[in-house]
Each structure stands twice: as structure tokens, then as C-alpha cells.
């Protein structure tokens, strides 16, 4: 079986600067869930940017499914179905939370109803929170609100690769427990997952594979629970 | 487009091909001074041909060109040897300092003998600081008083001053009043806030108030207001009897047609600019029949020459056109008499005597004669009415093609 | 009665100036660009009704929708060509862009049309309904009602349409909106396109009291500035509101005001709209 | 005057380039002497010293601090108005009126930054249009003081240095030149002043720099009073050069606000010879194009020249100065350019 995305020899720079990324390899199978950890301005973001096509220029390839996905418009991957949901959460602050996700349905090519219906009551049960606010305005919303409509908005593009940047970031520890827990959920229903977390032992607790990204290169990789244990991991992101 | 008519390229914009045209104006100081006789002579037309003013930029262009090629065609200047008038037009803007540059241009890189132009008052006034020191003689059709109000010694203004207009405006329309036996005590007057507007309503206020009359509304506006409907609200609640109005066509057609949709039939007596262009009976058909307006000057007091006009543009010769063409035509006199190329000798057969041959004597007041102002002593306005589709002279009596009526057509 | 009479009348007059702002605020709400051409496809779509209404003749309340869609197609290109290039350019480049594309189409017009002043005729242009002693000028009412026609029709399009909804998501998050599967880009040039056509739309159903020119669009850049600002730019909703205020503020001012000082009135309360309200009348724009 | 206070900087590395400008004036300084004293090209270099010294004018806010002013014909027009009404009325020398002109846009400055200051991007564009525009309503109106739309004519008087009034254009290309100089040591002294480091800093971020301790009202305050009295003092000798104005000549936002932000624009903003380079394109391209499509099609050169702005913005939209950098460094791709997805 060919995996679901194969990250080869990618590099990224903004304007004329030093590159972000340097010569990246990193590989996703079907339904697996990965998470890539590293410091602060170690380019993860760019990484997950790369991949969904709103970061800087690149070189170098990414396939998806088999597919060059570095000739395919920005807005055209999300139809082959990438679905990343961005640091800082990026909800439509001035549409109700039915309409952001309803803007997943349209890009699916469908007007809500039929499966659009489904797959937002799938949504609702997912983040019962959401359904009481269906009608409140995205920019309304408190952190984990918002964090749970920006999931709920990209699970609407039915996805087979889900990139989560940050998805912890700014939220509560009771809060980031349960969006965990709904992570797992969505995978166990067969969606991949990219994360990127700063909050390495949970990430690593969740994931099946992990990264890590040194500086715009990956220094190691291995199994979740490999990487939980290594030294160099605990010492430089686990604080121990 | 009728007026796209293209003008006689210079030998040295035909030398200069491309983009090399731009570096023509760079070359002019090298190119020979020396005048032979059947050299033409330059003559500069500063008018606006972009912006607001365009379309009387064209207008007057059409003008000075329909006399400069038949001047040419019977001969040109037979004083000098036959040398033909060679127009050098160019774009004013609607900016002073642009057409000033643009002036100043024509003199030291054409060697223009003259500068006609510009239409607006502004750029008039602009120029004339130009000429003035460059001692040349300016020909202009502009009203503002300003123009020859200043003591320059060449300028030469062919119409009346805008507040002799405005206040013609006002006297004549009395007078067609009386004869006709109507009563008319309360008068409006509403004008925009240009520099035309502002100085024409001048001699307008003044006559009003001489002839003692209850001006019962006086009201500027902005120039290119959208809506009028305020300022109707005010005519409508004045009482007013007759209106006033100096204003360019956008205005004038939303007065007109905001007074008849209120029901207020009382009469419009324009103040020439906007009222007296073709675009004014196309723009209000039926409802321009009987409108009086004040012209300076009107293309039934001389058929033989105006028809030209109207043959090879297209529509009747209006009457920034036909004063333009007057400047040329008193500059062909002017030309002719000082058999001459220096502009101070030209300025001085246009200072002296009465200009009546041919295209000078189409003005107002049998041939143009410039006093010491340089102001037209002969001119004298028109009071001009609109009937079947016509613009037509009714007044002075002497002049008058036809009786005016009194009457207003309801929308 | 005065009053009342102003105020029908700043209402029905606003209304147009409203619809006319609604593309300046649209395509600043999306692309976040003050466009100062604007004004030059009002010009434009009066052009093209002009001549539908002498060579087919065509109502300009109907040629209106000729406008509409000329321009629209115009715009699109417009915005693909010269808009597109300069997004990401500083705003003062894109400021200057906007202004060498007023001069370029208001002499373009003036080489392809001539400089005179066009206007149509049409049975109701000099009438008017009294309801009481009100006066209600036919053809305002017309271009109003039209005006707000379109106005809805938008409004209508932008919120109850999947493209609409798109087109919103644009505006307020371009990135999150190209993650979402929304080409950006296309939206650009349909909100440029709209835009552009509504104003034209407008200025095709105010033909009937005015006439056309290539300048004529100058006469109308200030009032839609102050439109939209009032409205709050990027608001819709707001244009309307904001064209309303304007048109209400120029009527009821000449009550009190001489009529020479209306656009001064209506630049100090812009100005002291701005300092007080900088996000406009009408809402608050979202973080 | 805290804010102006003069650091101890005089670096090595401004030395050169002052000595370069210098020549530079110099070099400029003779150019009329091989001209026709009455001439097109002489008034037509005098009008591009004026906006050049405008453009840098404007540049010491919307260069320095991003303040992208869109009316700074109100300072302009003040100037223009005070001086002119004060040589008719009491024959005072434009000189003088030039002080009170400047006096009067410092006041117009200070009550406009009231409402403006505030306001960012776009906002403070539209706010400062319509100031201008204001003001051009108020000239138009108040007639009794202005003039009105009837415009005012400087009086014709004999040469004389004294009242500023010269036949020929000569004498006004040197004064124009001066003012540029002036303003451009005045713009180079705030940018490399603590002055000039506060406005960076409003330009970086506003917010960060109030933050730091930055007063960022009393930087653009001050950047601003400075522009406007430069501004009007300038108007003056526009006028006295050209002799005649009405409110929209002086007041007029195509006529000066935009035209004087485009110089600076298309030069580049924020740099020291930007207006210069900007004005040396825009105001004799304008007079080019007109005289090479004189008596062409009415509005052909009015939307040629229109074409060539928009060109210009589309190669580089950062100015020519940037366009420049870039030829000599033989590199195509423009930072910046291009990629709007994150935008």
C-alpha cells in the first residue's frame, strides 16, 4: 500500500531569507496518525503550510495519494482531500457557526443538504458545544470553541488527511484533554492525522509516529512511544 | 466622431518616429529660426481637450480650424507671401499651470505669433500671465471680467465681459417681458460656484437691483451637484416668477427637469454655457422649446458662415465656436495688415481699427474692434430662444431673426 | 412639511447613492482596496445604458441590466490584469493604481464616445406623484426602487449563496477561506466584477434625471467615499446606510445651510464620523 | 522641542552621500544658465523642482511614517491664500506672507490631527481628502476673503527679490531649488533624528511602539507640523511663479494632494531622493506626452500618461528607486511580489 503522503527532499524559504525548511523527508500512511514536534521556529508550521499550499514557494516534492500535490492550486487540495486547520484557529469571525461549516460543504462541491447534512450532524455530535451555538457569530465564540468549529469546518471538506497546527495552543488543560480525546475519536473513524503540538507528551500520547523538527530539518523519528522515551526528546521538549 | 479630425503634422514630428516623438519638444531650440516666406505661421489654440471642459475644448478647436483651412485654401496670408496658418494645438488640462506650461511651450519651441484659447475663464487667466510677460498677443473668448481687467497690454477678448452678459441677461429679458405684457417682479437667480457662475450672477444681481426688483431668492451651488432637488424645494417656496440660472448642460438639465416635475412652470432664462448647446435640446426635447437663454454671440446672425461649420462637423456652430473662430479670423486681419511676422507688430494691427472682413465680421456688432482694455468696444449679447428644435435670435429687436414667445412647456 | 419633504427627498436620492457605494465597499471589504476609479464604471455603466436606450431602445431602468453585465465582465478583466498584480503591493502603490485607471478610462471614454452629454428622454423623467402636499419625483422613485432592488439582490447573493458565503470568507480570512477549498483569486475578481457592475448598475438607473459624460463619474467619487466611510468600508449593509445619511444630510442641510456649503457639511461629518466611529455608523468589523 | 533634539550623528556612512547631493544641487544650480531664461524647459524644471520639494515634503510623513496623507493641499492652499490676500491687501512681501502662511498650515495641522491621528491605513487617506476638500469648499465660498472660485492674480510688479516677483522663470527655478534643498536637509535631519526613529517605529507597528514608550502622537505630531509648514511655504512660491490660482489650483485634490503623493510614490517613499527622482519622471512626462500628442485626439494624452502610471506601479510598485536597486542588482524577482494566498 502506497502511503497517503510522502514528503520528499522539501525545502521553503521567504523572499530571499535563510531556507525554513531544509530538505525534509516525512511519510504518512493511510489512517495513521503522526504528530511532528519540535521547537518554536523550527518550521513546523511552514511544513504543514507547504503541504496545503499557503506557506512560501518550495522545492522539492510532496505527493499525496500518489499525486504531485506541489502543481496543484492552493484551493484545489482540499478537494482531494486535505483538510488543515490552522494555528490561531482562522474561524470566520462574522458568520454563524453553521455557516462556517458550511463553507466546508462548499468546497465539496455540494450545496448543504444530502451528505452535507449528515456530515453536520456528525459534527454536532462530535462537539455537542457547537450545536448550541450553531447560530452565534465564529468571532463570538470563546478559545476552545473556536478551536472545535475550526476541526468541525475542515471535518466538513471530508478529509482523509487532517494537518492540525497547534490545535492546544491558548486553550485550558480540561479543554485540551477533551479536544484530544475528539482527535482520537476522528481518527478511530479513519481519517489521518498530521499534528502539530506543543505540548509534546500529549501530542506523542496520541500519535502513532512522530517527528522531530530541528531547525527546518528532521533530526528523529520513530514510533510515539519510542520517542516519549528517547533522551534527546525528554531533555530538549519534555523539560525532564 | 465627427471632430477627430486629425491636424497637419509638423516636419519635425514627422522626422521624429515613435517613441523618438517624445524628445521632439527636446530638439526645437536647434531647429532653424530662419523664416522664409512660405514658412507657415504657427498660431497656438491652448484649449481643454480632456476633463470637464472637453467637450467646448473640441467645440472651439472645430472652430478655429474650420477658419484656419479656409484661410489656407484661398491662399494664406498674402501679405506674407501666401504663407499658410499652421495650427499648433494642444491640451490645456483643466489645470492653470498646465495650460500656462503649455502656452509657454507653443512660444519658445513653435514661435507661435499668437496663442488662442482657452475657454475657461482660469485657464485664460493662466495663460494671459504667460503672454503678457512673453509679449504676445492672446485671443480669447473667455468671459471673466479679470481678463481685461488687469491693464495687460495683449489681450484681446473678443465677447463681452461676464458681468455685461449677466447683466444683459436680466435687461433683456425685461424688456421681451414688457413686450409681451407680462408681469414679472419676483426673480431667482441660482448659480454655480464657479468662476463663471459667480462673476455672470454679478452683473445679473446688479441689474436686478438697479431695475429695482425683489430678488427673492439668490442661491450659489456647487459645481457638479448631483441632485438639485433642494434647491428647487427653495425656488418652489420663494415665490419666484422667472429663474435665473447660470449653469453648465448636467445642471441645467436637472434644474429644468426638476422644475417640471414639481410643477413649477414659471421660465428659465439661461446664462448662455449650458443652455445653448446642441445637447441641451437633446438632452430636454419638447421641454427646451421656449427657453431663453443669454448668448454672446449666435450662429443665425451669419448663416453664410456658420452653415460651413455645420456642414463639416455635423451639428450647428456653436457659440464658443464661432467666437474662436472670430479669433482666428481677427488674427488673419491682424496678419494681413502688419504683413508681419513679430507678435508685437500683429499686436498692434490688433490693437488699431475695426477687424469686419470676412469671419470677424460674424460677431456681434458689425466687426470687432478692441479698445484700449483690449476688450470688444462693438460686441453686445444675444438674448437666444429655443423653437422647433433651433436655437434662434430674438433679441435685440435689430438682430432678431424671430419674435420670442412666452411660454412653458409642462413635462 | 419642509422637513418631511427633505427628508423623502434625501431619502429617495441616498438610496442611489447607496447602491452606487455598495462595489467600493465590496471590493474593499475583500481585497481590501480603496478603489478610486470607482466612480469611472458608474460613468461606464451610464454609457452603456445610454446606448441602449438610443439604439435599442431600451428604458435605462431595464439597459440598467446591460450595465450591469458589461461591466461586470469589464471588471472581472479589470481586476485580473491591474488589480491582482499590485494585493500584495504597499497600499500607497495601490491607491496610484486606482487614480492612472480613472485618467485612462475617463479619456478612453472620451476618445471612444466624444465629450458631449448624453441624455435620454423618457415619459416619466418630469413627473412626479403628491401624496399630500409631498412630492415624490417619478424618476427617483424609480431609481430608488431600483436601486434597492439590486441592493437586495446582493445582499441576497451574499449571504444566502454558496458563492456568497464564499466571497464572505474571503473577505474576512483569505486564508482560512483557501484552506477551506475557496479559490481566492476567483473571488477577487467576481467581488471586483460585482462591484463594479452594481455601480454601473446605478449609474444606469439614474440616467433618466442626469446625463452622461466621461467626467461624469468626478461628481460622485467624494459622495461614495463618504458613503462608505460613514457605513463603515467593507459593510454592505453599511454603504446603504451610509448612502442614505449622505443623501439625507445634503437635503436637510440645504434647510438650514446655504446650498454651496452642502458638500462641506457632509465633510465634516465624515470627518467627525471617523474620529468618533472609525468602523462607521453601522457595525463593527470582526477581529 | 524634545523631539527634534539632534543626536550625535553624523556617520561616516552619511558623508558621502551628503557631499554626492550636494554636487548634485550644484550641477543643478547652473543647469538654467544654458537655457532660455523665458523659456518652456526653464519653467517646466521649475515646476519639477516645486513638486519635487513637495513630494519630499509629504515624504516626511507618509515616507517616514506611513501616514499616507491624501490632503496636503490643505497646507498647500493655506499657504498659497495667506501670502497672495496679504500682497493684495497690504502689499506685504511674500516673504513674510510665507511665515504666515506657514504659521496658519501648522494651525490647520494641529486641528486636523485631532480627528486623523487616530485613524489608520485607508482611514487617515479619506479623512485627510476630505480636509483638503473642505478647505476647498471654504476658499470657494468665502468670497470676500479669497476671491472665491474667481481665483486671485499675484499683482504684476517689476523684478524684485524682495517681493518675489519676476517676469521670467529663471529666478523662480533657483528659488524652487533652494526650497528643495531646504526641505531635503530638513527631511534627511528628521529621519536620522530621534525623531525619525520614533516615526520608524509608528511605521513598524504602531501599537508595539506606543508599548516601548514611544509617544507616537507627538512623533506624527510633530512630522506633520513640520510637512504642513514646508508645504505652504512652498505654495507660496507656486503661486508667485505662476501668478494666478483658484481654489481648485491650490486646493484641488487631483491638482496637488494626489499629484504631490504620486511624485513621492513614484520616486519611492521614505527615501531621500525619491520625490526628486519622482518628480523628475512625473511632471516633464506629463508635459511630454502632451506635447508630443498635441493636437492629436482629444484625451489621447491625458490616457497616455494615465497608462504610464499604472505601467510604472505594475513593474514596481515600490518606486522607482526600489526598480533601480533591483536593475543594478541584476535580479528579477521582487520581494514581496506576488503570492497573495497569505495574505
Redesign the interface.
Known sequence: MTALLEVARLSARYGRGAPVLHEVALELGQGEFVTVIGANTAGKSTLLRAISGVGPAVEGSIRFDGRELTAVAPHARPKLGIAHVPEGRHVFPEMSVEENLAIGAHARGGAPGGGAAARLEAIFELFPRLRERRRQFGGTLSGGEQQMLAIGRGLMLEPRLLILDEPSLGLAPMIVEELHDRLVEIHRRGVAILLVEQNVSLALSVASRGYVLQSGSIVLEGPAGELLRDDRVREAYLGI | MAQNTRFPVTRRSLLAGGAAALAAPLAAPFVSRLARAQDPVNVGVVVPLSGANAQFGINSRNGIQLVADEINKAGGIKSLGGAPINLVVADSTSTPATAASVAQRMISQNQVVSVLGAFASSLTIAISEVTERRQLPLLTMSFSDIITGRGFKNVFQVVNKASTIGAAQFDYTMAIAKRLGVDASKVAILYEDTAYGTSQSEGLRKAAKDAGLDIVMDEAYPHGITDVTPLINKLRGSGAQMVFPVSYLNDSLLIIRTMRQQGLTIPAIGGAAGYVIPDFHKGLGELAEGVLSIAPANWDLAPDYTDRFRERFGYFMVHEALEHAVCMGVLREALEKSASRDPQAVREALATGTHNEGWSSVMTGDGVRFDETGLNANAFPVMVQWRDGELRTVHPAKVAKIEPIWSVKAG | MQLLQALVDGLLIGGVYGVVSIGLSLVFGVMNIVNFAHAAFLMLGMFVAWFAWAFLGLDPLLGAFLSFVLVFAFGCAVQQVLVRPILAAPQVAQIFLTVGLLIVLENAALMAFGADFRSVQTPYQTSAFRLGGIIVSKPYLYAFAMALLSGAAVWAFLERTAVGRAMRATAQDPMAATLMGIDTQRMHRLAFGVGVGLTAFGGAVILPYLTVSPTVGSHYVVLMFTAVVLGGLGSVAGAVVGGIAVGVIQSVSALVFPIQLQNLVLFVVFILVLALRPDGIVRRRGA | MSALSLPKRCSALARPRALLLAALAAAAAIVPLFL?P????V??LT?TLIFAALGQAWNIV?GLANQ?S?GHAAYFGVGAYASTILLINFGLSPWIGLFVGMALAVVVALVLS???F??????F???T???G??LR??A??W?GVTG????L?VP?MPDSFWMMSY???RPFYWIALAALVLVTLVFWWIKSSALGYRLRAVKENEQAAEVVGVNTFRAKLWASLVSAAATAAIGVV?VQF?????P??VF?VA?VS?RL??VA??GG?GTVIGPVVGALVVVPL???????L??????????V???I??AV??VE??GLVALFGRLRRGLG?R?????????
Open positions: 532660455d523665458q523659456g518652456y524647459w519653467r517646466v515646476l507618509g499616507i491624501l485631532v480627528p486623523t487616530r485613524l489608520k491605513g485607508h482611514y487617506a479619506l479623512a481628502l476630505a480636509a476638500e473642505a469648499v471654504i470657494n465660498s468670497q472665491g472660485p474667481v481665483g492674480s504684476f517676469g521670467a522663470p507656486y505662476t501668478y494666478f490660482f483658484d481648485d489650483a484641488g491638482t494626489v503623493a504620486l510614490i513614484v517613499i506629463e508635459e511630454l506626452v502632451n506635447a508630443a498635441q493636437g492629436q485626439v482629444a484625451g489621447l494624452s491625458a490616457f500618461y494615465g497608462a502610471l499604472i506601479i505594475l510598485p515600490r524577482r520581494p514581496g511580489g506576488a503570492g497573495e494566498a497569505g495574505r
